[in-house]
């Protein structure tokens, strides 16, 4: 009409319009099927990546030492993935190394790679005697040389997010199919893939394994320490990387991160130890990590007479031929390893390594 009013017809078909209400998704779902609150936000995955770059970067020095070649743990990514994805994806064919964390964080914790990788690392650490099969000789030898590695990751996870987290001895198990793989509980997991790059034998993938929620307590520990995680602090915070090998040989002014009571001790300046290298061919020493030895601490020495010993009663002083503030004597089955001074921790005594006597010097001693 021109006089700009509407027709029945025209008012009929805006109201068919109004009703045409668009509709929206409000299931929180992006159409990848990770599964809303299951899955990890790209700051969470930052977060973990930084945390377990660190664990692993001296998981891998350790591994490297019983090996005896170059170790490295590189670019991990973590993704939240059902148990039974990652049981399909991983299980058939697979070593799992697993150990239980308690403490301030819980549950199981996994260390997943293919059996022929698994038996190549066994073949190493049993100085090329093995048949290179997956046998129970294999695992029990992975389960004791991964033992030491895994403990470090989780102490070095501690260490990151400030928190005493402790861990059971390693088992291992061996899975030919999909439903024989160890994991943790819980529906959703979280798995951080890794590159393992060993000298002599190449790169290939290990899946590090945990629960969702140890994740996120992981996390929540994290983010209240903010200053003490991560490699780059973006306040221009300095970050420590403390490490077993490195415990001693600390710069003066740089302390230990340490949730617990602080010990008084002074500070001493040490003189740098070196470290000798492995000598070429020699025997893999993991099969003889679990045998104990006897270490003595040596005050001094003396030489009696039968008479003046039979002598001695309570009160009884006797001369040693230490003088004082001379370092005590460091002995291991009877051999001198080192010297060191005493110290008082808390009520008990200890001993502070400052010297480790040369290779050289144990043989002369030997020889007298």
């Given at each position: 009409m021109g006089d700009g009013s509407l027709s029945q017809d025209e008012i009929d078909a805006l109201l068919q319009g109004a009703d045409e209400t668009p509709s929206y998704d409000t299931s929180g779902s992006s159409g990848g099927g990770g599964g809303g609150g299951d899955d990890l936000s790209p700051l969470d995955k930052d977060a973990l990546t930084e945390i377990l770059t660190a664990a692993f970067a001296t998981a891998g020095g350790m591994l490297g030492t019983l090996l005896s070649k170059s170790v490295k743990f590189a670019n991990p990514v973590p993704e939240a993935k059902s148990a039974a994805d990652i049981s399909t994806e991983i299980g058939a064919g697979s070593v799992c190394l697993f150990s239980t964390l308690s403490g301030t964080v819980n549950g199981r914790a996994c260390l997943v790679m293919s059996m022929e990788n698994g038996s190549?690392?066994?073949?190493?650490?049993?100085?090329?005697?093995?048949?290179?099969?997956?046998?129970?000789?294999q695992l029990e030898t992975l389960k004791q040389g991964f033992t030491s590695v895994i403990g470090n990751v989780t102490v070095q996870i501690g260490v990151k997010v400030s928190a005493p987290i402790s861990g059971s001895p390693v088992d291992v198990s061996s899975s030919k199919s999909s439903r024989d793989l160890i994991l943790p509980d819980g529906k959703t997991l979280i798995r951080t893939t890794l590159n393992l790059n060993i000298d002599g034998i190449g790169a290939f993938k290990v899946?590090?394994?945990?629960?969702?929620?140890?994740?996120?307590?992981?996390?929540?520990?994290?983010?209240?320490?903010?200053?003490?995680?991560?490699?780059?602090?973006?306040?221009?915070?300095?970050?420590?990387?403390?490490?077993?090998?490195?415990?001693?040989?600390?710069s003066a002014g740089i302390g230990m991160v340490n949730s617990g009571p602080q010990i008084g001790i002074k500070g001493v300046s040490f003189p740098s130890l070196s470290t000798a290298g492995a000598p070429s061919g020699a025997?893999?020493?993991?099969l003889l990590m679990d045998v104990q030895m006897s270490l003595t601490v040596e005050l001094g020495r003396t030489k009696m007479y039968i008479k003046d010993i039979l002598g001695l009663g309570e009160g009884s002083i006797i001369e040693l031929d230490k003088l004082a503030g001379e370092p005590v004597d460091l002995l291991v089955n009877g051999k001198l390893i080192a010297k060191g001074e005493v110290v008082v921790i808390d009520e008990n005594f200890g001993v502070r390594v400052t010297d480790i006597v040369s290779p050289t010097d144990r043989i002369k001693n030997e020889s007298k």
């Open positions: 190549k690392i066994a073949h190493l650490l049993m100085g090329g005697l093995s048949t290179g099969a997956m046998e129970t000789a899946h590090y394994i945990i629960s969702k929620s140890m994740a996120d307590e992981i996390l929540a520990l994290s983010r209240r320490t903010p200053n003490r995680t991560g490699y780059g602090d973006s306040n221009g915070g300095m970050n420590v990387n403390v490490s077993p090998t490195n415990f001693g040989n600390q025997t893999n020493l993991n």
